[in-house]
C-alpha cells in the first residue's frame, strides 16, 4: 500500500492529496510514540534481566546462565524492530515536508547510541565465551535445563518462559534424577527459592556439582522481569 508521503512529486497535486497526508501524519506520529514506548519498555526488561542475574542466580560456581543471554538476545531482537519502525515513522514524516511540523522538537533522530543498557557482554562475565561463528557460540545459548520444582498446580498459575516441570518431591525421591542432564546445566526455581535451595542440596549430592537455584523463584521474576504475569 502506498501512502501520501512515498508518492512521486507529480502526484502529489491530485485532489484530496492533502487531507489524505494530514491523515497519514496523525497515523506515523502515533507509530513513532508507539515505537518509542515499545524501545522503552524493552530497556527496561533488558536491564531488568540483568539486574535478576546479577542478584538472584546463585551456585557454587555462580557463572551466567545461558538462558538469560538467549531471553537478553530474544528482547534485544524486539527493542532493534522497534527502533526499525520508529525510524520508519520519523523518515515518512519528514517526507511529508509540511510547513509547520510540530512533532521536530519531540520526536528527534533516532541514533544507535541513543539506545543503550546492559551490554551483551555483560552476560558473559565469568566465564570464556566461545568464537563468534562456532558451533559452541550458537549451541551454548539454548543448553541450560530451566526446572520448576514446584507442584502442578501452581505452574499452571504462572512459570518462567521455557522452564520445565519437576516437582520436587520426585527429585528428591530420586524418581526424577534420570530426568536431568549431566551435559547441561541446571538451574533450579521454586515460588520464592526455598524449595529449590533444598533441591539444588539434593542434586549436588547426586553428582550434578554445576546445578544452581534462582533466589527469589518465580515471585522474583514477575516482580522484576515481566509484572505482566499472575502471581499468587
Known sequence: MFLPSSLSPNLQNTPGFLKALEHEIQLRIAQADDALADIRHHLRIISGL???KKVNISGTRNRPNTRMRALFNRFNHRMQQSVL???AAR???VSANLK???WEDRLQNLKDSDVCGPGKDDFFLGEARP???THAYVVRALDDLIADVREPAEWEIVRIPGATLIPKDEI???DALALLPQDRQIVMYCKTGVRSAETLAAVKAAGFAD???VQGGV???VNQIDPSLPSY
Request: avoid cysteine; proline fraction near 4%.
Open 211 to 213: 546445578a544452581i537455584h
Open 91 to 93: 523518515s515518512a514524516l
Open 131 to 133: 568464537a563468534p561463528g
Open 100 to 102: 509547520e511540523q510540530h
Open 172 to 174: 528428591l525421591r530420586g
Open 85 to 87: 519502525r520508529y525510524r
Open 50 to 52: 540483568w539486574q535478576f
Open 219 to 221: 515471585t522474583a521474576w
